[in-house]
C-alpha cells in the first residue's frame, strides 16, 4: 500500500521534467526540489516575510523572525602524548631554574589552570621529578652544549672557598675558557680541614673531570693568594706536568688598596668619611633628603666589595656641598658630625685619597675581567706603579708587585706578541727565558728566534695589524706558519691564562642567590647545579 502524501504538498504543485520530480510553490512560483523538509522551509520563511510586511504600515512592532539553529561545534582536544609529555616537563623545568623559582610552585593550582587552558591533556609533573630527574636532565643537556664550546680550548681552573646559608664549608670549582667562566662543581667539606694537601688532591682531581667531561686543555690554575692555596699551588706544580700556576691579580690589587687605606692619615680621614655615610644610610630624614635631591644612596666601604672604598670617597667628593648642607639643618653644631662637614681639610683629604686610590680602582677593574690574560697583567702593574709613586706608598706597592709578578707572570708577558716583553728589563727577561726552559729546555732556541723576530717569528706577526688577535689565536694559528708544534701549544697554554678567580667569585654571587627562605635546606652540589643552570639557562636566551 503507497505511503499517504504530507499535507505540505497542498502549497505546492508536482511537476515532472525528464523523469525528475521538483516542486513549485504556488504562492510565489519558487521551482525547488520535490523534498518535504525543503519545502517546510521554503514556506516558514515566506510566510514569516509576509506576516512583516503586513504589519509595518500599522505602526506595531514586528514580530521578530525564529532564529535559525547554530550547528553544533564540538572543540577538538589535542592528545598529548610521551615524548610531547616530556618535552613540556623539560620546558617547565628550565623556567624554574632560569627564574630561580621554588620547585613547588610546580604544583600551585594556579599553574595547572593555566596548562590545562593551554593543553588541556597535559600532566604536571610533580615537585619531586622536577627536582631530581628533569634537573638532572636538563644539566646534562647544558653541560654538553658547553662542551661543544670549549672543546679544544687552553682552560683556567679556579679553586676557592665560601660559606653557605647554613655556614657548611664549600670548595667552588669553576674554569675559564673562550672568555666566560663555568661552574662545574661544588664540594661539601664539613668535617676537613683546607689544609694544603687536601686542596692539591681536589684541584688534581678536579683537572682530570673538567678535561674528560668538556674535553679541554686545563693549562693554568689561579687562585687567591692565602698560605694554604699558596702551598697547594706549588704541590699541584709537582704532581701535574706542564700546569701554569699563579695568584688571583685582582686579589692582590685589592690587598694594595686594602694597604694604602690602613696608613695615616688616609685610615683617619677614611673612618670620618663612613661617619658621614653611615648617617645619611641609617637616618630616615637624611635619606629622603639624598632622594628628594635625587643624590641616591652612599655606598659604604666594605673589605670583600672591590673598589667600595673608591666609590665611598668619589661620592662624599662628589656631592660634599649637598651633603654639608643637609647636615647642617639636620645637626646641631654641637654635633661631631657637623664638626666633619665644617671641616674643609676632611673634604681636602677625601680628594687626596681619591687620587691615590683611582689608579688602583682602573687596574683591579681591569684585572677582574674574565678576557683579561696573564700577560696583560705585567704592564697593568707597570702603569701602576709609575701613578702610585709618592715615596710614602712606595713599600706597599713594592711589596704587593713582587707578589703580583712571578716568573709565570713575566714569561706569558714576553710571549703575548701584543707586548712580547716591550717594558722589561734585562733581570725580568731572563727570569722569562728561566721559566721557560724549566719547563722544555729545548724550548730556549725558540724563544731566542722569538725575540730576534727570526723566522718564523717574521716581523709583521708584531705589527699593529695584530694587536687585536687574542694571544691564544695567535699561537695557534702560528703552527700553520712554521712555529714548532710542541713549543706553540706550550706557550698557547701559557698565554691563554686568565688572570683572576672573579669569575668564580660571581659563581659564588649566584649561588648565594640560589640559596633563599624557600631553599635554606638544598645540598650543596644540587645548589651548584642549579647555579650553573642559573647562568647558562639565562645566557643562552640572551
Known amino acids: 500500500m503507497p505511503r499517504e502524501r504530507d499535507a505540505m504538498w497542498t502549497n505546492f504543485t508536482e511537476i515532472k521534467r525528464d523523469g525528475v520530480t521538483r516542486a513549485e510553490c504556488r504562492r510565489c512560483k519558487a521551482n525547488m526540489v520535490a523534498l518535504v523538509a525543503r519545502m517546510k522551509t521554503h514556506i516558514c520563511a515566506s510566510s514569516a516575510q509576509s506576516t512583516s510586511k503586513d504589519a509595518e504600515p500599522s505602526g506595531s512592532s514586528t514580530s521578530p523572525v525564529p532564529p535559525k539553529k547554530l550547528k553544533q561545534t564540538t572543540m577538538e582536544v589535542v592528545r598529548t602524548g610521551p615524548g610531547k609529555q616530556h618535552e613540556i616537563?623539560?620546558?617547565?623545568?628550565?623556567?624554574?631554574?632560569?627564574?630561580?623559582?621554588?620547585?613547588?610552585?610546580?604544583?600551585?593550582?594556579?599553574?595547572?589552570?593555566?596548562?590545562?587552558?593551554?593543553?588541556?591533556?597535559?600532566?604536571?609533573?610533580?615537585?619531586?621529578?622536577?627536582?631530581?630527574?628533569?634537573?638532572?636532565?636538563?644539566?646534562?643537556?647544558?653541560?654538553?652544549?658547553?662542551?661543544?664550546?670549549?672543546?679544544?680550548?687552553?682552560?683556567?681552573?679556579?679553586?676557592?672557598?665560601?660559606?653557605?646559608?647554613?655556614?657548611?664549608?664549600?670548595?667552588?670549582?669553576?674554569?675559564?675558557?673562550?672568555?666566560?667562566?663555568?661552574?662545574?662543581?661544588?664540594?661539601?667539606?664539613?668535617?676537613?680541614?683546607?689544609?694544603?694537601?687536601?686542596?692539591?688532591?681536589?684541584?688534581?682531581?678536579?683537572?682530570?673531570?673538567?678535561?674528560?667531561?668538556?674535553?679541554?686543555?686545563?693549562?693554568?690554575?689561579?687562585?687567591?693568594?692565602?698560605?694554604?692555596?699558596?702551598?697547594?699551588?706549588?704541590?699541584?706544580?709537582?704532581?701535574?706536568?706542564?700546569?701554569?700556576?699563579?695568584?688571583?691579580?685582582?686579589?692582590?690589587?685589592?690587598?694594595?688598596?686594602?694597604?694604602?687605606?690602613?696608613?695615616?692619615?688616609?685610615?683617619?680621614?677614611?673612618?670620618?668619611?663612613?661617619?658621614?655615610?653611615?648617617?645619611?644610610?641609617?637616618?630616615?630624614?637624611?635619606?629622603?633628603?639624598?632622594?628628594?635631591?635625587?643624590?641616591?644612596?652612599?655606598?659604604?666601604?666594605?673589605?670583600?666589595?672591590?673598589?667600595?672604598?673608591?666609590?665611598?670617597?668619589?661620592?662624599?667628593?662628589?656631592?660634599?656641598?649637598?651633603?654639608?648642607?643637609?647636615?647642617?639643618?639636620?645637626?646641631?653644631?654641637?654635633?661631631?658630625?657637623?664638626?666633619?662637614?665644617?671641616?674643609?681639610?676632611?673634604?681636602?683629604?677625601?680628594?687626596?685619597?681619591?687620587?691615590?686610590?683611582?689608579?688602583?680602582?682602573?687596574?683591579?677593574?681591569?684585572?677582574?675581567?674574565?678576557?683579561?690574560?696573564?700577560?696583560?697583567?705585567?704592564?697593568?702593574?707597570k702603569i701602576l706603579i709609575d701613578k702610585t709613586a709618592e715615596a710614602r706608598y712606595v713599600s706597599q706597592v713594592s711589596k704587593r708587585v713582587e707578589q703580583a709578578l712571578p716568573p709565570v707572570i713575566i714569561c706569558a708577558n714576553l710571549l703575548d706578541h701584543r707586548y712580547a716583553g716591550k717594558d722589561q728589563c734585562p733581570a725580568e727577561v731572563a727570569k722569562a727565558i728561566a721559566y721557560a726552559g724549566e719547563a722544555n729546555k729545548d724550548f730556549l732556541p725558540h724563544i731566542t728566534r722569538y725575540m730576534a723576530r727570526h723566522p718564523p717569528f717574521n716581523v709583521t706577526l708584531f705589527s699593529d695589524a695584530y694587536q687585536n688577535v687574542p694571544p691564544v689565536a695567535w699561537w695557534k694559528s702560528g703552527i700553520q706558519l712554521g712555529f714548532d708544534p710542541e713549543f706553540a701549544r706550550w706557550a698557547e697554554g701559557l698565554v691563554g691564562g686568565v688572570s683572576t678567580t672573579a669569575g668564580l667569585e660571581r659563581q659564588f654571587s649566584t649561588l648565594g642567590f640560589t640559596y633563599g627562605k624557600l631553599r635554606s635546606h638544598l645540598q650543596v652540589d644540587k645548589a651548584g647545579k642549579i647555579a650553573f643552570l642559573f647562568r647558562q639557562l639565562n645566557k643562552f636566551c640572551k
Not at 631554574?97 to 593550582?109: H, I, Q
Not at 704541590?235 to 687605606?261: E, F, M, R, W
Open 89 to 381: 616537563e623539560l620546558q617547565l623545568t628550565r623556567y624554574v631554574l632560569a627564574t630561580n623559582t621554588s620547585f613547588r610552585s610546580v604544583e600551585n593550582p594556579q599553574l595547572k589552570k593555566l596548562l590545562e587552558l593551554l593543553r588541556p591533556s597535559t600532566n604536571v609533573p610533580t615537585r619531586q621529578k622536577v627536582s631530581g630527574q628533569l634537573l638532572d636532565e636538563v644539566y646534562t643537556e647544558e653541560m654538553a652544549k658547553v662542551g661543544k664550546i670549549v672543546k679544544d680550548m687552553p682552560a683556567t681552573l679556579s679553586i676557592d672557598g665560601w660559606s653557605s646559608l647554613q655556614n657548611e664549608p664549600v670548595i667552588g670549582v669553576s674554569f675559564s675558557a673562550g672568555g666566560e667562566s663555568y661552574l662545574i662543581n661544588t664540594i661539601d667539606t664539613t668535617g676537613k680541614a683546607h689544609t694544603a694537601e687536601y686542596l692539591s688532591e681536589i684541584t688534581a682531581q678536579m683537572i682530570k673531570e673538567c678535561e674528560r667531561e668538556f674535553q679541554v686543555r686545563v693549562t693554568c690554575v689561579v687562585t687567591d693568594n692565602t698560605s694554604n692555596v699558596t702551598a697547594m699551588r706549588r704541590l699541584i706544580s709537582d704532581q701535574v706536568p706542564g700546569i701554569h700556576t699563579y695568584g688571583c691579580q685582582s686579589h692582590l690589587a685589592n690587598l694594595l688598596a686594602k694597604d694604602i687605606l690602613q696608613e695615616n692619615p688616609i685610615k683617619t680621614v677614611m673612618a670620618k668619611i663612613t661617619t658621614v655615610v653611615k648617617f645619611f644610610r641609617n637616618t630616615h630624614q637624611a635619606s629622603a633628603e639624598l632622594r628628594e635631591k635625587k643624590l641616591g644612596r652612599p655606598p659604604l666601604p666594605g673589605d670583600t666589595r672591590w673598589n667600595s672604598a673608591k666609590d665611598t670617597v668619589e661620592y662624599f667628593v662628589a656631592n660634599w656641598a649637598a651633603l654639608a648642607c643637609i647636615v647642617n639643618t639636620l645637626v646641631k653644631n654641637t654635633d661631631p658630625l657637623y664638626r666633619i662637614m665644617e671641616d674643609i681639610q676632611i673634604k681636602r683629604g677625601a680628594e687626596d685619597i681619591l687620587a691615590i686610590l683611582r689608579p688602583v680602582a682602573i687596574a683591579l677593574d681591569t684585572l677582574q675581567s674574565e678576557r683579561c690574560y696573564i700577560g696583560q697583567c705585567f704592564n697593568v702593574w
